[in-house]
């Protein structure tokens, strides 16, 4: 079988206790049974600190190549890299706890900073969006304190919903989330996270 490269990302402020980082490990584990000799790379976007965009960098991000500066291009070395990055690999892991109903602001910072028009997505002479960032599978482990899969928690899910829709915006429309949830429910806590890991089909 084809060896694979895997981009393994992590937005979780709770470090190796994380039940989102232990779900995708686990993801990361079914892939590496089916493609053995494949490499993982792994990115912690809290303890990275990816910036939030800054006007600097938004601007930079709008100008022409031929315009560039050094100060322009200076301030897209981190975009670049993190979109170079994300062209180079064959499968996402997304690391993904539901915090406050949606994803935690380092998982924004790094969409943030792989969204670049002419380059991750683009329009088409129809006026459509059309998304660049093709032949990728994306795996999401995510995390609750609740349970978000039934009928009344799914409209205050942000998180699943969010990520289908943007990464589906630049192309990566592949996509399959995992869940471990109800981690803060008293009758569901204990077995939540082997639930979910349980549930890991990789295609």
């Known amino acids: 079988m084809s060896s ?11 470090g190796e206790q994380s039940f989102s980082r232990k779900l995708g490990n686990a993801i990361v584990n079914k892939i ?7 490499i993982v790379e792994q990115l912690d976007l809290v303890e990275t600190g990816i910036p939030h965009l800054s006007p600097e960098t938004l601007k930079a991000m709008f100008t022409p190549t031929e315009y560039q500066t050094d100060d322009t291009k200076q301030n897209l070395i981190l975009s670049n890299q993190l979109v170079d990055q994300l062209f180079d690999a064959d499968i996402l892991v997304i690391g993904a706890p539901l915090v406050n109903r949606t994803i935690h602001s380092s998982l924004k910072a790094w969409i943030d900073h792989i969204t670049r028009r002419g380059i991750t997505f683009g329009y088409g002479e129809d006026g459509l969006p059309k998304g660049f960032v093709k032949d990728k599978k994306v795996y999401v482990a995510m995390s609750s304190g609740g349970v978000y899969t039934d009928e009344q928690g799914q409209a205050h899910d942000f998180v699943a919903p969010y990520l289908r829709s943007f990464l589906g915006f630049l192309g990566m429309t592949d996509m399959s989330v995992f869940r471990a949830e109800g981690l803060h429910v008293p009758v569901l806590q204990e077995n939540a996270l082997q639930k979910g890991i349980d549930s890991i089909v990789i295609d």
């Open 32 to 38: 590496l049974e089916k493609y053995p000799n494949s």
């Open 4 to 14: 694979k490269k895997i981009l393994q990302l992590n937005s979780s402020i709770m």
